[in-house]
Protein backbone atom coordinates (compact mmCIF):
# COMPACT_ATOMS: atom_id res chain seq x y z
CA UNK A 1 0.00 0.00 0.00
CA UNK A 2 0.84 3.38 -0.61
CA UNK A 3 2.07 5.65 1.69
CA UNK A 4 -1.15 8.03 0.16
CA UNK A 5 -3.33 5.51 0.31
CA UNK A 6 -3.19 5.52 4.57
CA UNK A 7 -3.95 8.79 4.51
CA UNK A 8 -7.16 9.72 5.57
CA UNK A 9 -9.43 12.02 3.30
CA UNK A 10 -9.65 14.29 6.23
CA UNK A 11 -5.85 14.35 6.70
CA UNK A 12 -5.84 15.17 2.71
CA UNK A 13 -7.60 18.26 2.68
CA UNK A 14 -6.57 19.59 6.43
CA UNK A 15 -3.79 21.80 4.91
CA UNK A 16 -5.22 23.54 2.24
CA UNK A 17 -8.45 23.89 4.39
CA UNK A 18 -10.80 22.44 1.69
CA UNK A 19 -14.67 23.40 2.68
CA UNK A 20 -15.80 19.88 0.70
CA UNK A 21 -15.88 16.75 -0.98
CA UNK A 22 -18.32 15.46 -2.73
CA UNK A 23 -18.57 11.44 -3.79
CA UNK A 24 -20.83 11.26 -6.98
CA UNK A 25 -21.70 7.38 -7.91
CA UNK A 26 -24.32 5.97 -10.56
CA UNK A 27 -23.40 2.64 -10.78
CA UNK A 28 -26.12 2.18 -13.77
CA UNK A 29 -24.40 4.81 -15.63
CA UNK A 30 -21.06 3.72 -14.88
CA UNK A 31 -20.54 7.34 -13.58
CA UNK A 32 -18.10 8.68 -10.39
CA UNK A 33 -17.18 11.65 -9.70
CA UNK A 34 -15.78 14.26 -7.31
CA UNK A 35 -16.29 17.46 -7.08
CA UNK A 36 -13.84 19.63 -4.52
CA UNK A 37 -15.04 22.99 -3.31
CA UNK A 38 -11.77 25.01 -1.48
CA UNK A 39 -12.90 28.08 -0.96
CA UNK A 40 -16.15 29.96 -1.10
CA UNK A 41 -15.26 32.50 1.04
CA UNK A 42 -14.67 35.59 -2.01
CA UNK A 43 -17.87 33.62 -3.78
CA UNK A 44 -19.56 30.69 -5.52
CA UNK A 45 -16.33 28.11 -6.33
CA UNK A 46 -16.23 28.36 -9.95
CA UNK A 47 -13.75 25.62 -12.06
CA UNK A 48 -14.37 23.48 -15.01
CA UNK A 49 -15.11 19.50 -14.74
CA UNK A 50 -12.85 17.22 -16.45
CA UNK A 51 -12.93 13.80 -17.47
CA UNK A 52 -9.62 11.16 -17.03
CA UNK A 53 -9.26 7.88 -17.15
CA UNK A 54 -7.11 7.61 -13.63
CA UNK A 55 -5.25 4.83 -12.68
CA UNK A 56 -6.65 5.36 -9.02
CA UNK A 57 -9.65 6.60 -7.39
CA UNK A 58 -6.74 8.43 -5.37
CA UNK A 59 -5.47 9.82 -8.20
CA UNK A 60 -8.19 11.80 -9.07
CA UNK A 61 -8.62 12.52 -5.49
CA UNK A 62 -5.46 13.80 -5.32
CA UNK A 63 -6.06 15.90 -8.67
CA UNK A 64 -9.24 17.25 -7.51
CA UNK A 65 -7.99 18.65 -4.03
CA UNK A 66 -4.42 20.44 -6.01
CA UNK A 67 -7.27 21.62 -8.79
CA UNK A 68 -9.82 23.03 -6.85
CA UNK A 69 -7.10 24.64 -4.80
CA UNK A 70 -5.70 26.28 -7.65
CA UNK A 71 -8.79 27.39 -8.97
CA UNK A 72 -9.23 29.89 -5.42
CA UNK A 73 -5.79 31.41 -6.15
CA UNK A 74 -6.51 32.04 -10.07
CA UNK A 75 -9.90 34.05 -9.02
CA UNK A 76 -8.67 35.53 -5.84
CA UNK A 77 -5.65 37.05 -7.98
CA UNK A 78 -7.79 38.14 -10.87
CA UNK A 79 -10.13 39.89 -8.01
CA UNK A 80 -12.97 38.06 -9.00
CA UNK A 81 -15.81 37.32 -6.33
CA UNK A 82 -15.46 33.70 -6.98
CA UNK A 83 -14.02 30.87 -5.13
CA UNK A 84 -12.50 27.61 -5.99
CA UNK A 85 -13.73 24.25 -6.92
CA UNK A 86 -13.30 21.81 -9.81
CA UNK A 87 -14.83 18.35 -10.44
CA UNK A 88 -13.28 15.25 -11.83
CA UNK A 89 -14.56 12.22 -13.72
CA UNK A 90 -13.02 9.49 -13.60
CA UNK A 91 -12.90 7.00 -16.80
CA UNK A 92 -12.63 6.86 -19.91
CA UNK A 93 -14.20 9.95 -21.97
CA UNK A 94 -15.48 7.15 -24.57
CA UNK A 95 -17.82 6.44 -22.04
CA UNK A 96 -20.00 10.09 -22.12
CA UNK A 97 -23.30 9.40 -23.54
CA UNK A 98 -25.96 12.12 -22.88
CA UNK A 99 -27.41 10.40 -20.03
CA UNK A 100 -24.13 10.22 -18.49
CA UNK A 101 -23.51 14.07 -18.58
CA UNK A 102 -26.81 14.91 -17.89
CA UNK A 103 -26.46 12.58 -14.41
CA UNK A 104 -23.46 14.52 -13.56
CA UNK A 105 -25.26 17.85 -14.07
CA UNK A 106 -27.71 16.69 -11.44
CA UNK A 107 -25.30 15.99 -8.74
CA UNK A 108 -23.92 19.63 -9.11
CA UNK A 109 -27.10 20.82 -9.40
CA UNK A 110 -28.08 19.28 -5.59
CA UNK A 111 -25.04 21.64 -4.61
CA UNK A 112 -27.36 24.77 -5.11
CA UNK A 113 -24.86 27.34 -6.62
CA UNK A 114 -22.40 26.75 -4.41
CA UNK A 115 -20.05 24.97 -6.97
CA UNK A 116 -20.60 26.11 -10.31
CA UNK A 117 -18.67 24.14 -13.23
CA UNK A 118 -17.30 25.04 -17.26
CA UNK A 119 -15.09 23.03 -19.68
CA UNK A 120 -12.01 21.62 -19.24
CA UNK A 121 -10.01 18.86 -20.29
CA UNK A 122 -12.13 16.02 -22.22
CA UNK A 123 -15.61 17.87 -21.87
CA UNK A 124 -16.81 19.25 -24.99
CA UNK A 125 -19.32 22.51 -26.07
CA UNK A 126 -22.16 20.03 -26.20
CA UNK A 127 -21.56 17.91 -22.83
CA UNK A 128 -21.42 21.80 -21.38
CA UNK A 129 -25.10 22.43 -23.30
CA UNK A 130 -26.48 19.14 -22.02
CA UNK A 131 -25.31 20.07 -18.60
CA UNK A 132 -27.28 22.73 -18.75
CA UNK A 133 -30.49 21.14 -19.45
CA UNK A 134 -29.92 19.74 -15.72
CA UNK A 135 -28.52 22.71 -14.05
CA UNK A 136 -28.79 26.94 -13.67
CA UNK A 137 -24.88 26.29 -12.25
CA UNK A 138 -23.50 25.64 -15.83
CA UNK A 139 -20.98 28.44 -17.33
CA UNK A 140 -18.85 28.67 -20.45
CA UNK A 141 -21.82 28.18 -22.69
CA UNK A 142 -21.21 28.83 -26.42
CA UNK A 143 -22.54 32.54 -27.88
CA UNK A 144 -25.84 31.08 -29.37
CA UNK A 145 -27.34 28.93 -26.13
CA UNK A 146 -26.62 32.51 -24.58
CA UNK A 147 -22.64 32.59 -23.13
CA UNK A 148 -19.63 34.02 -24.10
CA UNK A 149 -18.17 31.62 -26.11
CA UNK A 150 -14.70 30.05 -26.05
CA UNK A 151 -12.30 31.45 -23.36
CA UNK A 152 -9.25 31.00 -25.35
CA UNK A 153 -9.51 34.52 -26.56
CA UNK A 154 -9.45 36.24 -23.62
CA UNK A 155 -6.58 33.94 -22.08
CA UNK A 156 -4.20 34.26 -25.16
CA UNK A 157 -4.64 37.97 -24.69
CA UNK A 158 -3.89 37.54 -20.62
CA UNK A 159 -0.73 35.43 -21.48
CA UNK A 160 0.02 38.31 -23.73
CA UNK A 161 -0.18 41.34 -21.63
CA UNK A 162 1.39 39.18 -18.83
CA UNK A 163 4.29 38.50 -20.89
CA UNK A 164 4.90 42.34 -22.00
CA UNK A 165 4.66 43.18 -18.13
CA UNK A 166 7.60 40.66 -17.61
CA UNK A 167 9.43 41.99 -19.95
CA UNK A 168 8.98 45.35 -19.08
CA UNK A 169 10.27 43.96 -15.21
CA UNK A 170 13.37 43.18 -16.68
CA UNK A 171 14.15 45.32 -19.60
CA UNK A 172 12.35 48.49 -18.24
CA UNK A 173 10.22 48.16 -22.11
CA UNK A 174 7.05 46.19 -22.49
CA UNK A 175 8.36 45.96 -26.37
CA UNK A 176 8.58 42.36 -27.83
CA UNK A 177 9.48 43.08 -31.20
CA UNK A 178 12.57 41.49 -32.29
CA UNK A 179 12.00 39.07 -29.17
CA UNK A 180 12.51 35.43 -29.90
CA UNK A 181 9.87 33.51 -28.23
CA UNK A 182 9.17 30.31 -28.40
CA UNK A 183 5.45 28.72 -28.17
CA UNK A 184 5.15 25.51 -26.60
CA UNK A 185 1.90 23.81 -27.63
CA UNK A 186 -0.37 25.85 -30.68
CA UNK A 187 -3.78 24.58 -30.24
CA UNK A 188 -6.55 27.43 -29.12
CA UNK A 189 -4.90 29.22 -27.11
CA UNK A 190 -1.38 28.98 -28.35
CA UNK A 191 -2.99 29.28 -31.97
CA UNK A 192 -4.26 32.79 -30.63
CA UNK A 193 -1.06 34.28 -28.77
CA UNK A 194 0.98 33.42 -31.92
CA UNK A 195 -1.21 36.43 -33.58
CA UNK A 196 -1.05 38.55 -30.57
CA UNK A 197 3.21 37.87 -30.57
CA UNK A 198 3.48 38.20 -34.48
CA UNK A 199 1.34 41.19 -35.02
CA UNK A 200 4.03 43.47 -32.48
CA UNK A 201 6.80 41.89 -34.36
CA UNK A 202 7.92 39.52 -32.23
CA UNK A 203 10.35 36.40 -33.91
CA UNK A 204 8.48 33.28 -32.70
CA UNK A 205 9.00 29.80 -33.02
CA UNK A 206 6.41 26.71 -32.22
CA UNK A 207 6.53 23.81 -31.09
CA UNK A 208 3.48 20.69 -31.09
CA UNK A 209 2.87 17.62 -31.69
CA UNK A 210 0.37 17.89 -33.80
CA UNK A 211 0.42 18.43 -37.16
CA UNK A 212 -2.54 20.30 -37.94
CA UNK A 213 -2.41 22.46 -35.57
CA UNK A 214 1.54 23.36 -36.32
CA UNK A 215 0.08 23.80 -40.10
CA UNK A 216 -2.59 26.04 -38.51
CA UNK A 217 -0.16 28.48 -37.55
CA UNK A 218 2.71 27.80 -39.96
CA UNK A 219 1.54 31.01 -42.49
CA UNK A 220 1.71 33.28 -39.68
CA UNK A 221 5.88 33.49 -40.43
CA UNK A 222 7.26 31.79 -37.76
CA UNK A 223 9.49 29.22 -36.89
CA UNK A 224 8.76 25.61 -36.60
CA UNK A 225 10.66 23.57 -34.18
CA UNK A 226 11.31 19.66 -34.24
CA UNK A 227 9.82 18.76 -30.82
CA UNK A 228 13.34 16.59 -29.96
CA UNK A 229 15.19 19.79 -30.29
CA UNK A 230 12.64 21.92 -28.54
CA UNK A 231 15.29 23.80 -25.91
CA UNK A 232 18.31 23.90 -28.41
CA UNK A 233 18.54 27.51 -29.03
CA UNK A 234 18.35 30.22 -26.35
CA UNK A 235 15.10 32.43 -26.56
CA UNK A 236 13.77 35.59 -24.63
CA UNK A 237 10.33 33.89 -23.57
CA UNK A 238 9.54 30.18 -23.47
CA UNK A 239 5.47 30.30 -23.22
CA UNK A 240 4.07 26.88 -21.84
CA UNK A 241 0.84 26.64 -23.73
CA UNK A 242 0.13 22.76 -23.94
CA UNK A 243 0.92 20.51 -20.27
CA UNK A 244 1.22 20.86 -17.15
CA UNK A 245 4.89 20.11 -15.40
CA UNK A 246 6.80 20.79 -18.56
CA UNK A 247 8.89 23.09 -16.05
CA UNK A 248 10.52 20.44 -14.32
CA UNK A 249 14.54 19.38 -13.06
CA UNK A 250 14.88 17.40 -16.37
CA UNK A 251 13.79 20.63 -18.53
CA UNK A 252 16.01 22.98 -16.39
CA UNK A 253 18.82 21.25 -17.15
CA UNK A 254 18.46 22.59 -21.31
CA UNK A 255 16.01 25.39 -20.99
CA UNK A 256 17.81 28.88 -21.67
CA UNK A 257 15.50 31.65 -21.92
CA UNK A 258 15.32 35.03 -19.46
CA UNK A 259 11.12 34.61 -18.89
CA UNK A 260 8.93 31.76 -18.52
CA UNK A 261 5.29 32.71 -19.32
CA UNK A 262 2.52 30.40 -20.46
CA UNK A 263 -1.46 29.21 -20.43
CA UNK A 264 -0.68 25.46 -19.42
CA UNK A 265 -1.65 25.01 -15.55
CA UNK A 266 0.49 23.75 -13.20
CA UNK A 267 3.82 24.39 -15.31
CA UNK A 268 5.81 23.56 -12.30
CA UNK A 269 6.97 20.14 -12.06
CA UNK A 270 7.94 20.09 -8.56
CA UNK A 271 6.65 23.50 -5.86
CA UNK A 272 9.99 22.91 -4.18
CA UNK A 273 13.11 22.35 -6.55
CA UNK A 274 11.99 23.86 -9.17
CA UNK A 275 11.50 27.08 -7.63
CA UNK A 276 15.03 27.89 -6.35
CA UNK A 277 16.62 26.08 -9.78
CA UNK A 278 14.81 28.89 -11.67
CA UNK A 279 16.11 31.13 -8.99
CA UNK A 280 19.61 30.40 -9.50
CA UNK A 281 19.52 30.15 -13.50
CA UNK A 282 17.76 33.45 -13.32
CA UNK A 283 14.87 33.06 -15.19
CA UNK A 284 12.02 35.17 -14.47
CA UNK A 285 8.78 32.52 -14.22
CA UNK A 286 5.38 33.91 -14.26
CA UNK A 287 3.03 31.78 -12.99
CA UNK A 288 0.41 29.80 -14.69
CA UNK A 289 -2.49 30.94 -12.34
CA UNK A 290 -1.98 34.26 -12.31
CA UNK A 291 -1.01 34.76 -16.25
CA UNK A 292 -3.60 32.12 -17.57
CA UNK A 293 -6.94 33.81 -15.78
CA UNK A 294 -8.73 35.11 -18.97
CA UNK A 295 -10.64 31.76 -18.97
CA UNK A 296 -12.12 32.15 -15.14
CA UNK A 297 -12.83 35.64 -15.66
CA UNK A 298 -15.11 34.81 -19.06
CA UNK A 299 -17.09 32.63 -17.14
CA UNK A 300 -17.20 34.18 -14.29
CA UNK A 301 -18.55 37.34 -16.31
CA UNK A 302 -21.44 34.11 -17.44
CA UNK A 303 -22.00 33.46 -13.66
CA UNK A 304 -23.33 37.38 -12.57
CA UNK A 305 -24.89 37.22 -16.07
CA UNK A 306 -22.59 40.53 -17.56
CA UNK A 307 -22.78 39.03 -20.99
CA UNK A 308 -20.39 41.35 -22.21
CA UNK A 309 -17.17 40.96 -24.48
CA UNK A 310 -15.55 44.29 -23.84
CA UNK A 311 -15.84 43.98 -20.17
CA UNK A 312 -13.99 40.34 -19.88
CA UNK A 313 -11.11 41.60 -22.31
CA UNK A 314 -10.72 45.09 -19.98
CA UNK A 315 -10.38 42.92 -16.61
CA UNK A 316 -8.55 40.78 -18.41
CA UNK A 317 -5.73 43.20 -19.64
CA UNK A 318 -5.56 43.95 -15.73
CA UNK A 319 -3.39 41.04 -15.75
CA UNK A 320 -0.58 43.34 -16.93
CA UNK A 321 -0.53 45.07 -13.16
CA UNK A 322 -1.54 42.47 -11.62
CA UNK A 323 1.96 40.20 -12.62
CA UNK A 324 3.95 43.95 -11.79
CA UNK A 325 2.34 43.66 -8.48
CA UNK A 326 3.50 39.98 -7.87
CA UNK A 327 6.74 40.64 -9.16
CA UNK A 328 7.42 43.47 -6.40
CA UNK A 329 6.01 41.23 -4.12
CA UNK A 330 8.77 38.69 -4.68
CA UNK A 331 11.48 41.81 -4.40
CA UNK A 332 10.43 43.05 -1.16
CA UNK A 333 9.73 39.40 0.50
CA UNK A 334 12.63 37.74 -1.31
CA UNK A 335 9.70 34.83 -2.01
CA UNK A 336 9.87 32.88 -5.20
CA UNK A 337 7.76 34.38 -8.20
CA UNK A 338 5.16 31.67 -7.29
CA UNK A 339 5.14 31.82 -3.56
CA UNK A 340 4.59 35.45 -4.02
CA UNK A 341 1.38 34.83 -6.17
CA UNK A 342 0.06 32.60 -3.72
CA UNK A 343 0.58 34.64 -0.57
CA UNK A 344 -1.14 37.84 -2.28
CA UNK A 345 -4.10 34.80 -2.84
CA UNK A 346 -4.43 34.02 0.31
CA UNK A 347 -4.44 37.76 1.88
CA UNK A 348 -7.11 38.40 0.05
CA UNK A 349 -9.03 35.18 0.79
CA UNK A 350 -7.83 35.72 4.38
CA UNK A 351 -8.73 39.81 4.39
CA UNK A 352 -12.45 38.42 3.56
CA UNK A 353 -12.75 35.92 5.66
CA UNK A 354 -13.29 38.26 8.71
CA UNK A 355 -16.11 39.77 6.97
P1 LIG B 1 -5.58 22.63 -26.64
O1 LIG B 1 -5.82 21.21 -26.35
O2 LIG B 1 -6.43 23.32 -27.66
O3 LIG B 1 -4.05 22.83 -27.11
C1 LIG B 1 -2.99 22.16 -26.53
C2 LIG B 1 -1.95 21.95 -27.63
O4 LIG B 1 -0.77 21.39 -27.02
C3 LIG B 1 -2.40 20.97 -28.71
O5 LIG B 1 -2.15 21.56 -29.99
C4 LIG B 1 -1.53 19.75 -28.48
O6 LIG B 1 -1.23 19.02 -29.67
C5 LIG B 1 -0.27 20.38 -27.91
N1 LIG B 1 0.58 19.47 -27.16
C6 LIG B 1 0.22 18.47 -26.32
N2 LIG B 1 1.32 17.86 -25.84
C7 LIG B 1 2.39 18.50 -26.37
C8 LIG B 1 3.79 18.35 -26.23
N3 LIG B 1 4.31 17.41 -25.47
N4 LIG B 1 4.60 19.18 -26.93
C9 LIG B 1 4.07 20.15 -27.72
N5 LIG B 1 2.75 20.34 -27.89
C10 LIG B 1 1.92 19.53 -27.22
O7 LIG B 1 -5.65 23.38 -25.24
P2 LIG B 1 -5.82 24.94 -25.00
O8 LIG B 1 -7.24 25.24 -24.75
O9 LIG B 1 -5.06 25.71 -26.03
O10 LIG B 1 -5.08 25.11 -23.58
C11 LIG B 1 -3.68 25.07 -23.50
C12 LIG B 1 -3.24 25.00 -22.05
O11 LIG B 1 -3.73 26.15 -21.35
C13 LIG B 1 -3.79 23.79 -21.28
O12 LIG B 1 -2.84 23.38 -20.35
C14 LIG B 1 -5.00 24.35 -20.58
O13 LIG B 1 -5.30 23.62 -19.39
C15 LIG B 1 -4.52 25.75 -20.24
N6 LIG B 1 -5.60 26.72 -20.06
C16 LIG B 1 -6.50 26.92 -21.07
C17 LIG B 1 -7.53 27.84 -20.89
C18 LIG B 1 -8.54 28.10 -21.98
O14 LIG B 1 -9.29 29.06 -21.86
N7 LIG B 1 -8.59 27.31 -23.04
C19 LIG B 1 -7.62 28.57 -19.69
C20 LIG B 1 -6.66 28.37 -18.69
C21 LIG B 1 -5.65 27.43 -18.90
Given at each position: ???????????????????????????????????????????????????????????????????SKAMSYKS?????NAGGGKAV?????????????????EFINDLNG??????????????????????????????????????????????????????????????????????????????????????????????????????????????????????????????????????????????????????????????????????????????????????????????????????????????????????????????????????????????????
Open positions: MSKDQNISVFDKIKNDKHEQLVFCNDESLGLKAIIGIHSTVLGPAIGGTRMWNYSSDNEALRDVINLSLAGLIIGDPKIKSEPFIKRFAKYWTAQDVNMSTSDIVWMKERSDYVVGLPKEHGGLGDSSSPTAYGVYVGIKSATKHITGNDSLKNKKVLVQGVGNVGRKLVSHLINEGADVSVVDINKENIENVSGDNVTIVNEHEIYDKTYDIISPCALGGTINVDSLKKIKCDIIAGAANNQLGDDSLVPEILKEKNILYIPDFLINAGGIISVYHEQINDIDEKKVMKMTESIYDKVLDVLDHSIKHSFSTNASAIQLAKDRIKENSKK
